[in-house]
């Protein structure tokens, strides 16, 4: 039985989701779509009947929408609302999360080249490192090499067959294990991180590809995938253990950024802090 308060908050979401999609059909213009302004038009923008034929659904069912009387929408339908709305790739994000809905559409990428990334991980002084959608390293700063020397290692100018992938380094280098503290454990969390990052992946073939090839050849990785568990990719206490220096303790931060949401700097920030180490 639900309570009060998670009627009070079904009811807010619906609303919410009501008053974007009208407040998006009333500033679309009649004639952008080839309609007729008309004289007797009384509302803003388009009719909602027009819109529900734009969108391919029923007027009956978009009006429920728009009146916050539902949030049970289908991805395709939230999709189709998109696209005969107009919605700005901000604006369909927006949409997708009112709904309580994962976008299987990740925005498209902006080739805009490392150099802005390299930039900014320069600028830290403790480790930092940043992640694209498939959790290959794009950027790093000099920190973030000398500790994870047998991952990123390939200059940014010269890759070898596979960009670093973090991914194929914790489970596929034999060092990984020697190097991060509670390895399995740690492992085991990694991919219930990556199953929530990547569940607008499910149909992209380079996700699959790397899911298929880390199940063949890591029984580790096939066995916590298939657990199925899912896990937000937060911040804590991350401890290593170097050849030279012994153990080391950073405390995590991940960020996204606010262009392009599927880019994460992860940062380390010593716990011990050390300044000679830099």
């Given at each position: 039985?639900?309570?009060?308060?998670?009627?009070?908050?079904?009811?807010?979401?619906?609303?919410?989701?009501?008053?974007?999609?009208?407040?998006?059909?009333e500033?679309?213009?009649?004639?952008?779509?080839?309609?007729?302004?008309?004289?007797?038009?009384?509302?803003?923008?388009?009719?909602r009947?027009?819109?529900?034929?734009?969108?391919?659904?029923?007027?009956?069912?978009?009006?429920?929408?728009?009146?916050?009387?539902?949030?049970?929408?289908s991805?395709?339908?939230?999709?189709?609302?998109?696209?005969?709305?107009?919605?700005?790739?901000?604006?369909?994000?927006?949409?997708?999360?009112?709904?309580?809905?994962?976008?299987?559409?990740?925005?498209?990428?902006?080739?805009?080249?490392?150099?802005?990334?390299?930039?900014?991980?320069?600028?830290?002084?403790?480790?930092?490192?940043?992640?694209?959608?498939?959790?290959?390293?794009?950027?790093?700063?000099?920190?973030?090499?000398?500790?994870?020397?047998?991952?990123?290692?390939?200059?940014?100018?010269?890759?070898?067959?596979?960009?670093?992938?973090?991914l194929?380094?914790?489970?596929?280098?034999?060092?990984?294990?020697?190097?991060?503290?509670?390895?399995?454990?740690?492992?085991?969390?990694?991919?219930?991180?990556?199953?929530?990052?990547?569940?607008?992946?499910?149909?992209?073939?380079?996700h699959?590809?790397l899911?298929?090839?880390?199940?063949a050849?890591?029984?580790?990785?096939?066995?916590?995938?298939?657990?199925?568990?899912?896990?937000?990719?937060?911040?804590?206490?991350?401890?290593?253990?170097?050849?030279?220096?012994?153990?080391?303790?950073?405390?995590?931060?991940?960020?996204r950024?606010?262009?392009?949401?599927?880019?994460?700097?992860?940062?380390?920030?010593?716990?011990?802090?050390?300044?000679?180490?830099?």
């Amino acid at each position: 039985m639900k309570h009060g308060n998670d009627f009070d908050k079904h009811d807010n979401q619906a609303s919410a989701l009501g008053d974007f999609l009208r407040a998006a059909r009333e500033r679309l213009a009649p004639e952008d779509f080839g309609l007729s302004k008309g004289q007797r038009r009384r509302t803003k923008g388009l009719r909602r009947e027009e819109v529900a034929d734009l969108c391919g659904i029923s007027t009956t069912w978009y009006t429920w929408m728009e009146q916050g009387r539902t949030t049970a929408i289908s991805v395709a339908t939230l999709a189709e609302l998109a696209t005969g709305l107009r919605l700005t790739e901000a604006e369909r994000a927006y949409l997708f999360q009112l709904a309580g809905r994962t976008d299987p559409a990740l925005p498209h990428e902006k080739h805009e080249g490392p150099a802005p990334y390299e930039a900014l991980v320069a600028a830290i002084r403790s480790p930092a490192y940043i992640l694209d959608r498939y959790w290959d390293a794009i950027a790093w700063n000099q920190a973030a090499a000398k500790l994870f020397c047998d991952w990123l290692v390939s200059p940014l100018g010269q890759r070898e067959k596979f960009a670093p992938n973090l991914l194929r380094y914790v489970f596929l280098h034999s060092n990984a294990p020697n190097l991060i503290l509670d390895w399995e454990e740690r492992a085991w969390r990694l991919v219930a991180e990556y199953r929530a990052d990547s569940a607008g992946l499910r149909h992209d073939a380079v996700h699959q590809a790397l899911v298929d090839e880390l199940q063949a050849v890591s029984p580790v990785f096939k066995e916590a995938w298939r657990s199925q568990k899912v896990l937000a990719r937060e911040g804590g206490s991350r401890g290593f253990l170097l050849p030279k220096e012994g153990k080391r303790f950073y405390w995590q931060y991940t960020l996204r950024m606010a262009q392009q949401n599927e880019i994460k700097l992860v940062v380390l920030h010593p716990q011990d802090c050390d300044e000679g180490f830099y």
